[in-house]
């Protein structure tokens, strides 16, 4: 890294390096400077996965039954957030740096992407996806569903990286510059890996947001976890049942996840602290 005095421009809550980025409706990230034993992560977390054990071992019958008929819905939904990752997050790098570029034309076209797919809830997106183009093209429920989420959560990454790039004071630019660098060098060289730090918390964030938002590809009948409770559910009339299990799972998942990106956030702030 270049070295740089300036202040990094704020953009919108927090990060562990000073500076702050919009997120939207993800999990709350735990601190990974926060070594307390008792927390509000560890309580969830440990109430979650004791609710769970106690209800299938005190009533068996039908909680345990329940949670034998969902293994398949969740590799369905871990398959399709993993997709979706897989293409969310280069979209939303290519967004970003759209968003930022010189280029009165691309600058234009990435901004307009941004607003459009923001403006339309992504269950309008995946039915339209699903639904409408197969008028013209057929496209199998799990394309759809990936297509559908990775637009939509492009979108929202796109701004993330955005604000990240931007919070990189101009000093290290001009320095990687003077150094003999050309654009591409310095974006990829100087700038992203310093701005890294500040984007991870809420590239994390959206990555979890997306593993919740894939019960919402129930409505192709595609196979995932919430589709495979309703199944069980419309079978047995065991409602409350059904969904009490399916948001434990969903809680535990998405509390493990968020400790994964604490713990990853942590590893990049030592590093970058060693060198």
């Known amino acids: 890294m270049l070295d740089d005095k300036n202040t990094a421009p704020s953009t919108t809550t927090s990060s562990a390096s000073g500076n702050i980025i919009m997120v939207t409706d993800g999990v709350n990230i735990p601190d990974h ?4 034993l008792i927390n509000a992560w560890s309580l969830s977390l440990g109430g979650a996965i004791c609710a769970l054990l106690a209800l299938c071992f005190i009533w068996p019958d039908p909680y345990l039954q329940v949670l034998s008929f969902l293994p398949d819905g969740l590799m369905v939904t871990f398959e399709v957030t993993v997709l979706s990752i897989l293409c969310a997050v280069p979209l939303g790098l290519l967004t970003g740096l759209g968003r930022i570029s010189r280029n009165s034309f691309i600058n234009l076209a990435a901004s307009t992407y941004v607003e459009i797919i923001r403006g339309i809830p992504l269950l309008v997106q995946i039915f339209y ?9 057929q496209v199998s429920g799990l394309t759809s569903a990936v297509i559908a989420i990775s637009f939509c959560y492009g979108a929202y990454m796109g701004e ?15 320095a990687a510059r003077s150094l003999g660098f050309n654009r591409f060098q310095t974006m990829f060289f100087v700038i992203l890996p310093q701005a890294w730090r500040t984007i991870l918390p809420p590239v994390g964030n959206e990555c979890i947001a997306m593993l919740k938002d894939t019960s919402l590809v129930s409505v192709m009948a595609m196979p995932d976890l919430m589709q495979r409770g309703r199944s069980f559910a419309a079978k047995t009339y065991l409602y409350f049942e059904t969904y009490t299990i399916i948001a434990l799972i969903y809680l535990i998942i998405t509390l493990l996840l968020s400790k994964a990106v604490s713990i990853m956030e942590a590893r990049l702030n030592y590093y970058d602290k060693r060198k």
Request: glycine share 8%.
């Open 33 to 36: 400077r926060e070594w307390r």
């Open 129 to 137: 996806i699903y639904y409408a183009l197969a008028k013209f093209l």
């Open 160 to 174: 993330v990286f955005r604000a990240g790039i931007m919070a990189i004071p101009k000093g290290q630019t001009e």
